[in-house]
């Protein structure tokens, strides 16, 4: 199975929920390519829960 090359973590500044299952206003994302992580990053943007997003390597 590939390890994920990045962790990817977006939390709601306004509260709402990012977590569908939980409703919580965070939730944390094993990402495993470049293009998956740039899909995400450029979704977060235009998200309208105004989401702080950090990016870490998940090594």
Do not use: H
């Not at 973590?9 to 998956?36: H, K, L, W």
């Amino acid at each position: 199975m590939p390890k994920p090359k990045w962790e990817l973590t977006a939390t709601s500044r306004s509260g709402q929920p990012v977590n569908i299952f939980t409703g919580a206003p965070t939730d944390t994302v094993a990402v495993y390519e470049q293009a998956d992580l740039d899909r995400r990053l450029a979704a977060a943007e235009d998200d309208p829960r105004d989401l702080d997003v950090t990016v870490r390597d998940a090594r």
